[in-house]
């Protein structure tokens, strides 16, 4: 999902997209930011990886997600 308005925390990075991850052997979803992709590049099962900003503030923006070089194919 594309957000075009959030939240004060994330409104300088508006537009911003929104993905349900699925961890192999997990029976629950975590949402989270998905960086380095435009929307019309999104699709479901897409590749992605975990990125941690590198000054933790204990905030919901300190981890995202990016797709993976196999995703970009």
Known sequence: TTFY???EEFLP???FNLALIE???ANTLFL???LGCEQ???YVGMPVRAR???LSKFKP???YF???EAAKK
């Open 5 to 7: 308005f959030g939240s």
């Open 13 to 15: 990075e508006c537009p």
């Open 23 to 25: 961890f192999e052997g």
């Open 32 to 34: 989270t930011r998905l």
């Open 40 to 42: 019309d590049e999104i």
């Open 52 to 54: 941690f900003r590198r």
């Open 61 to 63: 923006t300190d981890v």
């Open 66 to 68: 990016v797709p993976t």
